[in-house]
Structure formats: structure tokens, C-alpha cells
């Protein structure tokens, strides 16, 4: 399993943005297929975004599309999320996961699809 985790949440405004990071510790990224996920409270754990091993598919929660934006820097191996103008309703603890293995042309904001997950970062959306 790669150990992952979540930075970059906060307190924002609506209409703010934020960025979130998804780094993995002692193994690169660009193996595997990269999800983000969020759980607000008392709600179930929804998929928001996904991109593939090699980066060529993304896909995005209707309710994100045309705000967010998932991304992959090899460099630092780093996987973003770009969120832009954030609602309250996107108020919510938000995870990135790891599929198992690498997965090309290919990605799933379905759970099932993920093996690692880190622990979750804060995003909070209020005036």
C-alpha cells in the first residue's frame, strides 16, 4: 500500500479557492491512478475527481465540474486538486487515494477502485 497525505485545506469564503496537495512518502505517484474523495458531515464518502497513471483521463463529479481541476506534478510527485469558486456546500473532509496498481486510459471516482487512502485534509466553506 503507498501512504498518502492530504494538505493545503482550510477556512474559505465562497467564491475563494483553495488548492489541495496528495503526496505519497518513499514511492512515486506517477504509478497510479489518483482519486479524490470528500465526506461531509453525516453524509456518505462521494467521489469528486480522478485521473489516470497517465494523466491522459480525468474525470469530475458533476457537481465539481468546471471548478475543480486534478492534476499531476512528476517533479514533485504531487497530485493537486484546483478548487475554485467553492460553495458551502463543498464544505467537507477531503482524501486523495491510490489505486493498487497502475492504471492506464483509465479512472473511477468509485471507492472500490482504491487501495490507500491518507487521512483526510479540512475544507471548510462559510462567510
Known amino acids: 500500500q503507498v501512504q498518502l497525505v492530504e494538505s493545503g485545506g482550510g477556512l474559505v469564503q465562497p467564491g475563494g479557492s483553495l488548492r489541495l496537495s496528495c503526496a505519497a512518502s518513499g514511492t512515486s505517484l506517477d504509478y497510479y491512478a489518483i482519486g479524490w474523495f470528500r465526506q461531509a458531515p453525516g453524509k456518505e464518502r462521494e467521489g469528486v475527481s480522478c485521473?489516470?497513471?497517465?494523466?491522459?483521463?480525468?474525470n469530475y463529479a458533476k457537481s465539481v465540474k468546471g471548478r475543480f481541476t486534478i492534476s499531476r506534478d512528476t517533479a514533485k510527485n504531487l497530485v493537486y486538486l484546483q478548487m475554485n469558486n467553492l460553495k458551502p456546500e463543498d464544505t467537507a473532509v477531503y482524501f486523495c487515494?491510490?489505486?493498487?496498481?497502475?492504471?492506464?486510459?483509465?479512472?473511477?471516482?468509485?471507492?472500490?477502485?482504491?487501495?490507500?487512502w491518507g487521512q483526510g485534509t479540512q475544507v471548510t466553506v462559510s462567510s
Open positions: 487515494a491510490a489505486s493498487s496498481g497502475a492504471v492506464y486510459y483509465y479512472c473511477s471516482t468509485d471507492q472500490s477502485f482504491y487501495a490507500s
Open positions: 485521473i489516470s497513471s497517465d494523466d491522459d483521463i480525468t
